[in-house]
T-cell receptor
Framework: GQSLEQPSEVTAVEGAIVQINCTYQ??????LSWYQQHDGGAPTFLSYNGLDGLEETGRFSSFLSRSDSYGYLLLQELQMKDSASYFCAVAPGSGYSTLTFGKGTMLLVSP | DVKVTQSSRYLVKRTGEKVFLECVQD?????MFWYRQDPGLGLRLIYFSYDVKMKEKGDIPEGYSVSREKKERFSLILESASTNQTSMYLC????????????FGPGTRLLVL
């Protein structure tokens, strides 16, 4: 089976940098994705790491280390609108497998 | 623009009722998914479909069934609703089952009394 661990809550102030970690245990592994969900909204895709290293998309970056079964999402220059839940998801990558999501990290950004 | 729509945003049903939740996507995606989301539990996969008339159980299929008669439409059916099925239900679609971006609908918040 698959299991993912991420912190339940993270707090930060506007303009700061925050890192949300995700560790995983899977029977197979194809890649790690991150999704953002605002309160009452639908999850939306943020980033995907299929290879080790850092992927950057504007203020957001995502990192993957396959050897450590670990990844993180880095949010820079935090804004109030970044207050949301962030989910990591792994792709086991075998047969008709699907994404397995972590329980989510609620990020609270204060002024 | 990518779009996944769900038939209702809010739904109130009584215990024992049969409930239909519908999802439509306009991206010609092969794969469609039904999740439920509960506080502290994240998104849990109920069923998914990788083609018309094909379906696979997810992690929590008990008490649910699905139907996919057309590529763009994926229905979730609660045969006999129970109070423990009160939840947020999210539909998603993707080009590939695991590696590709999943696009989510706005969700249906179901209350079973």
């Amino acid at each position: 089976g698959q299991s993912l661990e991420q912190p339940s809550e993270v707090t930060a102030v506007e303009g700061a940098i925050v890192q949300i970690n995700c560790t995983y245990q899977t029977s197979g592994f194809y890649g790690l994705s991150w999704y953002q969900q605002h309160d009452g909204g639908a999850p939306t895709f943020l980033s995907y790491n299929g290879l080790d290293g850092l992927e950057e998309t504007g203020r957001f970056s995502s990192f993957l280390s396959r050897s450590d079964s670990y990844g993180y999402l880095l949010l820079q220059e935090l804004q109030m609108k970044d207050s949301a839940s962030y989910f990591c998801a792994v792709a086991p990558g075998s047969g008709y497998s699907t994404l397995t999501f972590g329980k989510g990290t609620m990020l609270l950004v204060s002024p | 623009d990518v779009k996944v729509t769900q038939s209702s945003r809010y739904l109130v049903k009584r215990t024992g009722e049969k409930v239909f939740l519908e999802c439509v996507q306009d991206m010609d995606h092969e794969n469609m998914f039904w999740y439920r989301q509960d506080p502290g539990l994240g998104l849990r996969l109920i069923y998914f479909s990788y083609d018309v008339k094909m379906k696979e159980k997810g992690d929590i299929p008990e008490g649910y069934s699905v139907s996919r008669e057309k590529k763009e439409r994926f229905s979730l059916i609660l045969e006999s609703a129970s109070t423990n099925q009160t939840s947020m239900y999210l539909c998603a679609s993707s080009l590939y089952a695991d590696r590709e971006t999943q696009y989510f609908g706005p969700g249906t918040r179901l209350l079973v009394l």
